[in-house]
Antibody, heavy 114, light 113 residues
């Protein structure tokens, strides 16, 4: 069974940085593409970033391009999202999800506020 | 980007009665490989999204058979044959044919009358 557990969320000031982690278990992580998806309070789902199984292909939503960096460590079964230059509009619950969206984590809340 | 439009956005239903949610895409979701990458997700209150249906009509493991997906091209439907209390939540369609980005509908909130 796919298990994904996010960590690293919290309160950060505008312009600050935060790094989210997603620990994977129950499946062969190194064989799976992965995504980050976010959900602003009371809003819908927004795809944020994608990384291929080997980490060689990466995509970002226009809203985070140049500020966020997705990465993975297959030896550690972990996915990451480095978020820099954070803005109030980045406030959301951030989910890691498997490439086919069959598995989702419980989410990590990121609040950008002064 | 492909725009996904759901209707209705709010759906009050009576327990035991059927429910239907429509999802329309701004362009055909038929991929060059012949598949149509349209999925449906359920998000119960306070929970993470859960995929119910993939490639239009394929139910995920553990999803009750009262959920069904249909459609083609640009028009898709999620049907619940008999709504149960545990079905309360927000339902999203998502296209994975024309990516990046994969895009979601606005969500349809299902509540019990």
């Amino acid at each position: 069974e796919v298990q994904l557990v996010e960590s690293g969320g919290g309160l950060v000031q505008p312009g600050g940085s935060l790094r989210l982690s997603c620990a994977a278990s129950g499946f062969t992580f190194s064989s799976y593409e992965m995504n980050w998806v976010r959900q602003a309070p009371g809003k819908g789902l927004e795809w944020v970033s994608y990384i291929s199984s080997g980490g060689t292909t990466i995509y970002y939503a226009d809203s985070v391009k140049g500020r966020f960096t997705i990465s993975r460590d297959n030896a550690k079964n972990s996915l990451y999202l480095q978020m820099n230059s954070l803005r109030a509009e980045d406030t959301a619950v951030y989910y890691c999800a498997s490439g086919d969206y069959g598995g989702w984590g419980q989410g990590a809340l990121v609040t950008v506020s002064s | 980007d492909v725009v996904m439009t759901q209707s209705p956005l709010s759906l009050p239903v009576t327990l035991g009665q059927p429910a239907s949610i429509s999802c329309r895409s701004s362009q055909s979701l038929v991929h060059s490989d012949g598949n149509t990458y349209l999925s449906w997700f359920q998000q119960r209150p306070g929970q993470s999204p859960r995929r119910l249906i993939y490639k239009v009509s394929n139910r995920d493991s553990g999803v009750p058979d009262r959920f069904s997906g249909s459609g083609s091209g640009t028009d898709f439907t999620l049907k619940i044959s008999r709504v149960e209390a545990e079905d309360v939540g927000v339902y999203y369609c998502m296209q994975g044919t024309h990516w990046p980005p994969e895009t979601f509908g606005q969500g349809t909130k299902v509540e019990i009358k």
